[in-house]
T-cell receptor, first 113, second 110 residues
């Protein structure tokens, strides 16, 4: 069974631009969670989607948004990029929402200049 | 509020020795505790997890123990090998979210 895939793997943007990252979960998994990983803050939860609905949200500004499609694929968008948005963005999928085991993708490394 | 503390931040051991990483969580309602291993350039990989209805779980050289009263859980790696070198993260559930510890960089020297 194929794992979680994320595209693109690397991205360079400039301040003020916006970016869209994509995540395809493991086949059959209906929940997708997004995390931001930085050296200073570690792994921080952004949001979770299940059945095309946002089920949970972390403490990030409204510039960070996401959505999920009927095939469970998910996208996250960051608008008006700031230097501090440079990070590894990780997507994790699980069978369902709640206390389910999460499996991570390789991440998208975003560099904001 | 949600918080998971992880110690130590770095750990160096000789090949063949054991390694122990400890985590403390704050929410007594947490009932799922996974451990992830992250190698350079890769996403975190689940290596073992434990639910609150058991106190210990073992998988070959890896074991996790849970003390719900003290809100502690620990990862034990025996007979360490150089390929165990990575960053390890513990996590605990908090209102259906996973809250991660700050990570432990484990180095196993041959």
């Amino acid at each position: 069974k194929a794992g979680v895939t994320q595209t693109p793997r690397y991205l360079i943007k400039t301040r003020g631009q916006q970016v869209t990252l994509s995540c395809s979960p493991i086949s059959g998994h209906r929940s997708v969670s997004w995390y931001q990983q930085t050296p200073g803050q570690g792994l921080q939860f952004l949001f979770e989607y299940f059945s095309e609905t946002q089920r949970n949200k972390g403490n990030f500004p409204g510039r960070f948004s996401g959505r999920q499609f009927s095939n469970s694929r998910s996208e996250m968008n960051v608008s008006t990029l700031e230097l501090g948005d440079s990070a590894l963005y990780l997507c994790a999928s699980s069978l369902a929402t709640g206390q389910e085991t999460q499996y991570f993708g390789p991440g998208t490394r975003l560099l904001v200049l | 509020g949600e918080n998971v503390e992880q110690h130590p931040s770095t750990l160096s051991v000789q090949e063949g020795d054991s390694a122990v990483i400890k985590c403390t969580y704050s929410d007594s309602a947490s009932n799922y505790f996974p451990w992830y291993k992250q190698e350079l350039g890769k996403g975190p990989q689940l290596i073992i997890d434990i639910r609150s209805n058991v106190g210990e779980k073992k998988d070959q050289r890896i074991a996790v123990t849970l003390n719900k009263t003290a809100k502690h859980f620990s990862l034990h790696i025996t007979e360490t090998q150089p390929e165990d070198s990575a960053v390890y993260f513990c996590a605990a559930t908090y209102t259906d979210k996973l809250i991660f510890g700050t990570g432990t960089r484990l180095q196993v020297f041959p």
